[in-house]
């Protein structure tokens, strides 16, 4: 999920290390007067202990030691900027206006040498690593692949065993919420604003994206509370990537409180004291093993790396192939995707494949399609150009390839979906093995395919690849074996491909039609990768 971003960085250490779960206390029913005594006045040092007391009577959830973690951002230290009221905390937009670009003024503690004012072509050392992060560039740091919200639906619905009451009583809050799920998360953000306006600049400006996806998160955590095995490694996932955002141990008791109280004014049927303990216990539980997961991410790798743009090549009018150059080392596998922020529009993060597998001199690649109203895309086709500096989250995704199979890869991508396919053959190539590699590139029209030369380039290096265009309209110009018509029934003429493992990239539209596809040429559902496809919508601008 896609949740605040910091414009601040400090080295101080972080509270929280004592040992106990009982951090978080859900709000109890107050007046207006009373709230705002209580979040303008009181430190909550009182809160603490009393909390702490009650969960040591609660022998329903374990207890294990919070790692202490040095925060990435604080209010304190953060440029503040009037708050809005609550009602234009949720509409504005920064439509009109653009910031201009912060990354190598909003974090000080990350301070880099500002970028040339003009584009340089020839290599240059640009970067010194932050202080305190230097000792980490040969720290042996290997990303790993995380479920995602389909993979914890998926067990949850696989699960044989019965829900605990815990569970059962989450479920029916879930019930009750789903028919007006955009009233309680306006509420929940609204009332997460107003309560602690702090947290407001942690976020994007404009709410279209975010609005959804965070409380989404909570929610489908909470109610596969009882999966342990899937929902610690998705949430742990979903820590690490919290970093970047300026995540800190103090933030998961105001949102938790939020949450908390938007559900208890919408679930009026199935709210009482059961429910509500079910519900702390359950946020707790999630809060703490994210917290667990950025602490211990923080010994191994930074929380965003900043790149230069060392290349920026336009494609087609829409297309732009954009390579960078990281300010550290950038440990990733080849099939998985990266969040990138540029400094146009601070606080805002998509999600981008890399291109091309790990290469000796370090420099990632990206192919970026501008959508209209994409501010990111736009920004990266349209504006960036070398020397700009974009920032980047830790790698993610689980298309990677299994070297411990002779299986065949399958691989269909559409559009700029062909970016992992091509990291994926390089992979297998530099792994000096001979699997047969069939690929199946799609695009609307044969303008589409701005990457066919290079596709066909590796074709005729590689004897076991074989390449497919497929484009749903027109001829295929200049491209031998071209196919009309659309990509899922392409590799249906061709298949079957029982022997393969399949790899699907591309819009969602695609995701989910493929899948279809790859199962009705004979290739098990548990043969075929491809990204989260909650991951995709978010990606689309």
């Known amino acids: 999920m896609d949740a605040p971003t910091t414009t601040s960085a400090d080295s101080g250490s972080s509270g929280g290390s004592s040992g106990d779960w009982g951090w978080f206390t859900p709000p109890s029913k107050k007046s207006s007067a009373e709230q705002h005594d209580e979040y303008s006045g009181r430190d909550g040092r009182d809160d603490q202990e009393e909390t702490r007391g009650r969960t040591e009577q609660n022998d329903r959830i374990p207890s294990r030691p919070v790692n202490p973690i040095r925060p990435v951002g604080t209010a304190a230290e953060r440029e503040h900027i009037p708050e809005p009221q609550a009602s234009q905390q949720l509409q504005e937009s920064p439509a009109h206006q653009e910031p201009e670009p912060v990354h190598e003024s909003a974090h000080?503690?990350?301070?880099?040498?500002?970028?040339a004012p003009a584009p340089e072509p020839a290599p240059r050392p640009f970067f010194t690593p932050p202080e305190g992060q230097a000792e980490r560039q040969d720290t042996a740091y290997r990303p790993a692949a995380e479920p995602t919200l389909e993979a914890v639906e998926a067990a949850a619905a696989s699960q044989a065993s019965p829900a605990s009451p815990d569970a059962i009583l989450i479920r029916r809050t879930m019930a009750e919420i789903e028919p007006v799920a955009d009233k309680v998360t306006s509420y929940f953000y609204a009332l997460l604003f107003v309560r602690h306006p702090d947290l407001r600049a942690l976020f994007p400006a404009s709410m279209d994206t975010q609005r959804d996806r965070l409380f989404k998160a909570l929610l489908t955590a909470a109610k596969h509370v009882d999966d342990a095995d899937v929902l610690t490694a998705y949430l742990s996932h979903l820590g690490r990537g919290h970093r970047k955002y300026g995540t800190m141990p103090d933030h998961y008791p105001a949102v938790g409180e939020c949450l908390l109280s938007a559900l208890s004014r919408y679930a009026t049927s199935s709210w009482d004291q059961e429910a509500e303990a079910a519900w702390v216990r359950a946020y707790t539980a999630i809060s703490q093993i994210m917290i667990d997961a950025a602490a211990e991410n923080e010994a191994v790798a930074p929380a965003w790396w900043q790149a230069e743009v060392v290349s920026h090549e336009l494609r087609t009018p829409d297309v732009a192939v954009v390579t960078v150059r990281p300010d550290q080392p950038y440990p990733f596998l080849a099939g998985q995707y990266t969040s990138l922020e540029t400094p146009w529009w601070p606080r805002i993060w998509r999600h981008y494949s890399?291109?091309?597998?790990?290469?000796?001199?370090?420099?990632?690649?990206f192919h970026v399609k501008a959508v209209p109203a994409g501010w990111v895309s736009n920004a990266m086709v349209h504006r960036a150009r070398p020397g700009d500096v974009i920032r980047l989250?830790?790698?993610?995704?689980?298309?990677?390839?299994?070297?411990?199979?002779?299986?065949?890869?399958?691989?269909?991508?559409?559009?700029?979906?062909?970016?992992?396919?091509?990291?994926?053959?390089?992979?297998?190539?530099?792994?000096?093995?001979?699997?047969?590699?069939?690929?199946?590139?799609?695009?609307?029209?044969?303008?589409?395919?701005?990457d066919i030369d290079t596709m066909l380039r590796l074709e005729q290096t590689h004897p076991w690849l074989s390449?497919?265009?497929?484009v749903a309209s027109g001829p295929v110009r200049g491209a031998p074996g071209g196919v009309t018509g659309q990509l899922p029934d392409a590799v249906r003429q061709y298949g079957p491909f029982r022997e393969y493992d399949a790899y699907l990239s591309g819009p969602p539209g695609l995701i989910r039609s493929g899948v279809d596809a790859l199962v009705g040429v004979g290739i098990p559902s548990d043969r075929i990768r491809h990204d989260s496809i909650e991951e995709l919508v978010s990606a689309g601008d």
């Open 393 to 450: 989250g830790a790698p993610a995704g689980s298309m990677t390839v299994d070297h411990a199979t002779g299986n065949g890869l399958l691989c269909v991508g559409g559009g700029t979906g062909i970016a992992p396919i091509k990291a994926l053959i390089e992979d297998v190539a530099q792994h000096g093995s001979r699997r047969p590699v069939e690929v199946f590139y799609g695009a609307r029209t044969d303008h589409g395919l701005y």
């Open 354 to 365: 890399f291109a091309s597998a790990p290469r000796s001199d370090g420099l990632l690649s």
């Open 108 to 115: 000080a503690p990350r301070a880099t040498p500002a970028p």
């Open 467 to 470: 390449v497919r265009p497929v």
